[in-house]
């Protein structure tokens, strides 16, 4: 072969390659591809509106850790930059005032302490020397000074005179002695040892720190006066604080006394406090508390010292949050769920609505949660984060007057260019149940021919006051990857839907839930391309229990994954990290009042009807729904003969996929199990 001969071939093979990108012969996505997605999550605009920072997601390969960056760009998309690098944690970027510093922390050194970054000199510095991780951080009015949130250890119980250990010797480690209702958390991957968040300050250049509280209580985050001279927040300081968790209130504390005076009344909770650019007034949020799973929140205004009170009456019927005030007090900006999808409205004080964006979301990065952030400057511009189904959250930016939307950054278009995901599509359908409409996602295969037929999977939300939405979701494309069209929905419960549709299943749950997800299942197969043998089912945490709900209930399902469950609410409300709540608001009676509710509703009261092949899958250190629970069922299932399996991931708690590995370990897992009860024809 001559010279010609090669160069005409490499031509060929190159334009052959060319052909194939264009027609979309690209590979799906692939397990070792979560290493290569990075999203964009926490933009702050600076006040004038030109720059601004965000937290950089990404997942190293080799630490099996998610690394957090601090990153820059201009509104325009320009000046691209990294603040921080390497594979500490950094974030909670505040601007200064006159956003000629930024505020942040950074576990750089070891410990995570408060950074300043000077923009005038291009250096960045750490100003504390805490002993525990700050967070919540604001700037006074004058940038002098940072008020901060901080969790401090309380002295633990002492009992008895125990005889201190021979030195070199090998005696038992000491007994954790527990005396205080909250005495494990999920995530914490141990008991929480006693202790209580309170308001530090701290001079913007450095120095010690000054406690602005104290008692056993929990202190939300400061909110600066306009002037400087007092800070806001919202606390539970009852006497019977541990007996009413929600009865917070708003206090304001003088700075120049460090008195603390509570300015609200009546039975909580009051929270999310934010005072007006002028100082006249506060908004915060309430709902007079009925100790129900779900209720909606109501927007108030005060004036600064609690006189004045009234509701901002508006239409929207939806939980606002992330409030900020409009420059000029006549109203705030809020961030709101729209069946599913994260918006961006203003309220003034009238209660007059204006929707202003769309498709804020996709901070959720496995499974398609709603969920986002935004920013507003002085001038009207803003940011926020840009959320669809073909792409993890990237940076959008626009203007409050006229809307006109830009996306600045483009951090995965690169890598996704190399692959085809699946297709997604929004449904809506009528319950069996009431005709009620029910909104839920379709995912097709890669490749999806309407003339073949098709597994599905019902794939299955947890909370189960959260909600699903048109949101990037590795985990479920994953799985559309691997042959399967997906299916999630929002049944009744969801949030996003209005005050009626999620308290729908207070004091209620499971119930009507389960013939809106069957509802889904038919829907599916009435369009003609799904196989009525190759049905399966999967949910975690509230999914799981919808999950082992359902094949109590019908046997249409090839096979189950039910993932970190409650199967049992008698000993799931003992024995959760959140015990206190769950007896108090999703039951009308402690368990030992009225056994028979909790059996009730309990998927364990209906294992005798179960016969579907069901696989479990929990965290080894779940504190939110315990490994018991998971026992418990795998138990039953055994005992009845019905195939089943239990997984236990290893060091994990309910965020079973927060490594990179387990996310991809559970897709597996999850997709073995269904190909091993697959009909083959």
Known sequence: MNIFQRLSLVLALLLLSYQHSLSGDKPALQYMDIFELQYATNPQISPDGRSIVYIRNHFDLMTDRRITNLWMIDYDGQNHYALTSGKKSHGS??????????????????????????????????????????????????????????????????????????????????????????YKSDGNFSFVEPGYVHIFLISAEGGGVRQLTSGDYDHGAPNWSSDGSFL??????????????????????????????KITNGQGPHSQPKISPDGKWITFSHYEDRKVGYQLNRQYIMQTDGSGRREISHSLDRDLRQIHWMPD????????????????????????????????????????????????????????????????????????????????????????????????????????????????????????????????????????????????????????????????????????????????????????????????????????????????????????????WSIGKTNRFAAAVVSKPVINWYSFSLTADGYTYYSRNWFKSKPWEDPQEYLNRSPISLIGNVTTPAMLLTGELDYR????????????????????????IQGAGHGLTERPSNLIRVVSYITGWFEKYMETE
């Open 329 to 548: 007090s006549k109203g705030f900006y809020a961030y709101i769920e729209e069946n599913g999808d994260g918006q961006l409205v203003s309220v003034d004080l009238q209660g007059r609505v204006k929707r202003l964006v769309k498709g804020i979301g996709g901070e959720s990065f496995g499974r398609p949660y709603s969920g986002g952030s935004y920013s507003i400057a002085q001038n009207g511009r803003l940011v926020y984060t840009q959320s669809n189904t073909a792409s993890p959250a990237e940076l959008a930016v626009g203007e409050v007057k006229n809307r006109e939307i830009r996306k600045i950054t483009r951090l995965n278009d690169a890598f996704l260019a190399s692959r085809t995901l699946g297709k997604v599509e929004e449904i809506w359908y009528e319950s069996s149940f009431d005709k009620r409409k029910i909104q839920g996602w379709v995912i097709y295969p890669p490749g999806y021919d309407p003339a073949n037929k098709y597994p599905l999977i019902l794939e299955i939300h947890g909370g189960p006051y959260l909600s699903y939405g048109p949101h990037f979701t590795p985990e479920l494309q994953l799985m559309a990857a691997k042959g399967y069209v997906v299916l999630y929905i929002n049944p009744r419960g969801s949030t996003s839907y209005g005050e009626e549709f999620a308290s729908w299943i207070n004091h209620n749950y499971p119930s009507e839930d389960y013939d809106d997800l069957m509802s889904g299942v038919d829907a599916m197969i009435a369009k003609g391309y799904i196989d009525e043998n190759k049905l399966f089912i999967v949910g975690g945490s509230g999914g799981g229990v919808l999950t082992a």
């Open 93 to 182: 970027a505040s601007w200064s005032p006159d956003g000629k510093r930024l505020a942040y922390v950074s576990s750089e050194d070891g410990s995570a302490q408060i950074f300043i970054q000077w923009f005038s000199t291009g250096k960045s510095a750490s100003i504390s020397n805490l002993k525990n991780s700050p967070y919540n951080l604001a700037w006074s009015p004058d940038g002098k000074y940072l008020a901060f949130n901080m969790r401090l250890e309380a002295k633990p119980m002492s009992l008895g005179d125990m005889p201190p250990a021979p030195r070199g010797s090998e005696w038992a480690p000491p007994a954790k002695v527990i005396d205080r209702r909250q």
């Open 625 to 648: 729904t315990p490994m018991s629970e998971t026992e418990q069922y795998y138990g039953a299932l055994q005992l009845q003969g019905v195939p089943s399996a239990m997984v236990r």
């Open 232 to 261: 806001i927040f919202s606390a539970n300081r009852e006497e019977n604080a541990d007996n009413e968790p929600f009865n917070t209130h708003i206090y304001r504390l003088d700075l120049s006394s460090d008195s603390i005076a």
